[in-house]
Every structure is written in C-alpha cells, then in structure tokens.
C-alpha cells in the first residue's frame, strides 16, 4: 500500500467519521433573548426558552433516507397538495429507479422541500421545525469576526444559485456551535407564514401590527440589517407547498420531544 | 331623479361595460430590450394586453472587466420596454424564474390601485404571479421592484418603463429610443476588476460608484451607440431608475425641440436639460439638423466622464455648413508666460522598472492627458483628432512622437492617409511620465513601435524647444 493510498483511506475514514457524528449531532442552545427585526431599538427583548437544534442543515442523503420508508413523501408519490411542481427536482430521475440525490449531492442541503415535507422530517425524527423566533435568535450569533460574517452574508445574498448546492459544514460555526445558518441556503421555520412582510413591503410599517416588518426601516431595531429584511421578504412569498432551489431546513427539538425520542429505541 | 330613470337605462352602462370586456381582443404584448422600443400602436381600439414578464438574477458585465450580479426585469437592465395605450386592459404576469435567490414583485407607475401592482405580484422563486389593471392615464412611467429590501433590488437594476400612448397617439417620429439611468454601488471603487458585490453602505450614504445609462458603463457608446440620420426626429424615452440620483439629462449638441414633461401630458419646447427625478420618465423629441456624435450625459458631469454616465448618438448625412460651420481656423494661442499646459503631477513617485511597468503606468499618464482627444482605444475621432493606434505618422518616428508630447504641434499632418488641422498643447510631464506615455502608446491597440527610454525624452527636451512652427 502507498503512501498516497494509505492518506486517502484515513481522509476517507475521517470523512465517514465526521459524517456520521455531525448527522446526528443536535446542539443545546441555551435559552436567552434577543430583539426580532421587526422591534424598535426601545422595545422589550423577545425571550427563547433552551432547546436543541441540527448543527447542520438536513442533507440531501438524509431525506433520501427518510423518503425511502416514508413513501409518500418520494417526488413520484408526494401529493400535490404539499408540494409544488419542482418538489425534490435536483434528484436524478429515470424510467426504471425512484428519483434519489446525484452522489456529489449526497453532503449538500436538501433543497425543493415544501414546508410541508420538512415538517414530516422532522416529526420523523422526534423533532420539528424551529419557530423564526428560534431560528433567528441562533442565526444573530455570530462567528468570531463580525466583519467576515457580515461578508459571508451579503455576498451570498448578491450571488447568484450554483448548479450545485455544496456540501454543508465546511465553513466554522457560530458561537452557538451551529454551521450553515448562513451562506448556503434559506431554511423553513415552523411559522414561517406568521411573521412576515406584505407583498407591499413599503405599506407595512403602517400596519396597526408588529408582525408586519416590511422595509420600512423606520422603527425597526437596526435599520442595516438588510439582510434579515431579505429573510422576511422570502419567507413571506411562500406558501406550504412551495419549493425552492435554495430553501432547505434543519429540526428542532424542544425538550419533551427530546425526551420522546430518547426513551424510544 | 335617480327614481324616475327607467331600470333599464340604469344596467345599460353596466351591460355595456360587461359586453365590451368581453369582446375586447386580445394581444400579446410585445417587450423590447433597450435602446429597442416596441413599435408605435396602431390599432385605433382598445385591447386586452397580455404581458409576460420574467424576473431572473443574472451576472453581466458593469464595465471592461467589472462584473455584477444584477436582478432584472427580463435579463437586461433597464427592464423590457413595455407599450399599451390608454384604455387597455393589462393581463400581467410576472414569473420568477426558478433559480432566483429572492422573491420579487412589480410596481408599476402607470397602474392605478395600491402598491401599483406590488402586492399582487409578489412572486416566491421558480412561481408565476397574475393580476390585472386598467391603464388609465396615458404617460410615460417607471416601473420597478418594491420586494424588501426595496432600495436593494432597485439598486440591483430591477426597473424599467411602461409607455401608456395617449388614445390619439403621439406625434410621429422617425426613430424611437429606450435609455434609462440607474446608479450602482459595489465594494471596489470604479473601474476595480473582478465580480463586485452590492455594497449597502455606499447605497445608504448615497455615494455611487457607477451611474450608467443602459446598465453597464459603455451600454450606448462605440459599436453599441444609436443612429439616425440627417433629416430625422428622434425620440427618446428617458427613464431614471436610480435608486438614489436625480439626472440632468442631456444631449451635449442639441435641443430638445419638445419635451413631454416628466413623461406626463404637458410639452414645453426649446429644452436644454431635462431633469429626471428618482423613479421618473420623460419623452423627448429632437430633430437632426447636422451630422455627428452627440453625447448624452448626466450634467451632473462627474457622473458623465468619471461614472460612466455617458452615451452616443452617431447621425450621418450631409454638412449643413449655414447651421454648423465646423472648426474654421486654429492658430495657437500666446498669452503672456507662455502656452504650457500645467498639469498636476503624481504626488507620490514610483519608478517603473522595466517596459511593461512603464507601460502600465503610462496608461494611468493617457487616460489623464490623452484619452480625451485621442480616445481610450487610440482610434482619435474622425476629422478632428489623428488615431493613435496603427498610425503611420506616429510608428514612423518615436522620437518626434516624444517632441509632440513635450512641445505640442500644430498644423496639418497626414495620418494613415487623412489629414488632421488641429493643435495639440505640450503636456507638461516629467521625463519619466512622458517615456512612460509614449511607450504605452508604441505598445498599444496593435502598436508595435518600440519602446523610448527616459534619457531619450532628456536627449529630446535639450534638443527642441517649445515650437509653433507651421508644418
């Protein structure tokens, strides 16, 4: 055996290591507090209890294995009421075999997931989907430098979709220990229809309601965070069974769930 | 009164209004990119238009070696140019195409109802949107996405104009044009290579670093300028998406012979400058008297020569020498304490170290002092300024190109068979700046002449003087 060969198998074993451990590893946020979007910089913080969350965006490998018990729930099978027409599109498809990842996709975040079939995902492994309140309070962590953060954002926002979607995990975590918040996809929340912009994003600060952010800076906690906006105007534009190229999801687990799960085998 | 009306006569308004939705016929519309604009409609009724119009995120190129991610109406920016007449009704349906990052809508100027359209168009990715307006008022508008952050999908190019023709039409013309003016605000500062991210502070501060016509920073000049002829009436739709400017549009040349205000109803004429607010439009008519390149600019005139603000109108046909005599004589100019241009010098000095730095650096010393006239491809214009690219006159003698930079010229010369009358000033450059600027220009647009060293500008300064010798 060459030196070469001997390298790759210990990289391919780290890989396979590394794999396993992050796909089934849940990071404990504490609980804590911060200040939605759509709150003045005097009002009071928005309170999130602890609970569990994916370090990573669920892959693509991993809905495939979930699909390949949960049926009803494969591209050929799903039910058009939950789940729009480019539903799991990226698989590969032919006439013989069910659609299933291309294998230089299998690390890659799922994408073209409706709402819908995330939170079956989810149910599936004794979790479900973080609220935005969650969502956004483990996202406005950042990493050790704000200004690389800031750049990792705002210039994902301005490129365009790859071909492929790369694999997750590759860039460090934020303070919580969670990857991929940003940078590589959008993600659905549990209620992602409730807090939300209107269509007309420029009526709603005059809305009689806090849950209409809209881009009406005016009143909103930081006026800078453009990027946050861009979250709320995608999150807005979508309905239950809509997918999207570059909208995935990670579980949440909030303690009895937690619990649920570990006394089950 | 409303009593004694008959029932009859009361539902005929609504009958008729019922009736005549639905015989109204149906059209396709047809969407031109700029400077295209769909032809004038000639149908004397009214239609049923449908408009089909897709939102996609694409990367083009901002200027030579600058790339952005632009969001756009239909790939290009400014948006399709779309052309309805008043009284028609609009199908409009927007699709956002599937590998968008963002959700858009469109509000358009010309619809009247809330958001103009936003709400009921706003698209997630890879969906189609429908709804339906009535085009009230006739005008010129912009249109433009209104998704949050607004500011941010207007500053990425996402905005065009809808053109509703009065019932009457408008006056006829020759040619119609489509120009519209956006700002860009991107990380690197003008002209920095490479694919530039959208830069958000810049955009709040209100500090562009590009303001173009067309979308991209040469959009409308050299092979890509409009023509018309001699003879002809020109209109152009102006439009300014900004999202920031205000633009002091004008033709460097000519004379708005009529002007339809802010794009709406009333006309002024004999306009020099039309101003052009954030989120505006105008309609202007111009005749050709005289032949030429007439530039159009932003007045705000940094904008034109340092942001890229700046397009062509080339207009062939013959002199009229009564309207525009052309230049009639050039004879230098001696005041007292001489004709000698000063020119500020680098503040800090860098020595090239071999040719290809002093050609590098002598490209930074040509687009200061020479570019104007000569032209950033070295191709002069014609009858006034000598090309300097494959120039006959020039690659034949280095030394007397060094003399010219240093001391001026004036009189004729021939260049590659055509005469050039003109006068150029000495260029007041140290001696390394001027062997730097000669040898960029030995070595450049095709140019093989050579190169001149910095003792050879030295032999030359001591040998000639300042002349204003005829030729």
Known sequence: ?265 | MRRTLPHALLALPMLWSAFAAAELPVENAVLTEAPQVPAPITRTNNAKVVVKLETKEVVKRMADGVDYTFWTFGGNVPGSFIRIKEGDEVEFHLSNHPSSKMPHNIDLHAVTGPGGGAASSFTAPGHSSQFSFKALNPGLYVYHCATAPVGMHIANGMYGLILVEPRAGLPKVDKEFYVMQGDFYTKGAYGEAGLQPFDMEKAIKEQPDYVVFNGSVGALTGDKAITANVGETVRLFVGNGGPNLISSFHVIGEIFDRVFIEGGTATNSNVETELLAAGSAAIVDFKLEVPGTFIMVDHSIFRAFNKGALGMLKVSGPEDKEIYSGKQSDTVYLPEGGAVQTLSEPVKKVTAKNLNEQIAMGQRVFDQNCAACHQPNGEGIPAAFPPLAKSDFLLKDKLRAVGIVLNGRQGAIEVNGKTFVGAMPAIKLDDESTANVVNYILNSWGNKGGSVTVEDVAKVRATSKPAAEAH
């Open chain 1, 1 to 265: 055996m060459t030196h070469t060969d001997l390298r790759r198998i210990i990289a391919l074993l780290a890989a396979l290591c590394t794999g396993a451990l992050l796909a089934a590893e849940r990071v404990s946020i504490p609980a804590g507090e911060y200040r939605p979007l759509f709150a003045s910089a005097t009002a009071a913080k928005q309170q999130v209890a602890g609970f569990q969350l994916d370090r990573l965006p669920v892959s693509n490998q991993q809905f495939a294995t979930f699909v390949s018990k949960a049926v009803r729930w494969q591209p050929e099978r799903i039910n058009p009421l939950f789940a729009d027409e480019h539903y799991l599109q990226h698989w590969q498809k032919n006439a013989t075999t069910v659609a299933a990842p291309r294998p230089e996709e299998l690390q890659a975040p799922v994408t073209n997931v409706s709402w819908f079939a995330a939170k079956a995902y989810c149910q599936a492994q004794g979790g479900r989907l973080p609220t935005t309140a969650e969502w956004e309070y483990v996202a406005s962590a950042g990493s050790v430098d704000p200004q690389a953060d800031e750049k990792l954002i705002l210039g994902w926002y301005s490129a365009t979709t790859p071909a492929f979607m790369p694999a997750a995990g590759q860039r460090a975590a934020n303070a919580f220990g969670v990857h991929d918040l940003h940078g590589l996809i959008w993600e659905w929340t549990q209620d992602f229809s409730a807090s939300m912009t209107t269509g007309e994003s420029r009526g709603d600060s005059a809305l009689d309601n806090q849950f209409f952010c809209g881009s009406a800076a005016a009143g909103s906690a930081d006026p800078s965070q453009y990027a946050a906006f861009m979250r709320y105007a995608l999150r807005s534009s979508l309905q239950g069974r809509y997918t999207v190229a570059n909208l995935g999801f990670r579980c949440a687990y909030s303690p009895s769930s937690l619990n649920a799960i570990e006394t089950t085998p």
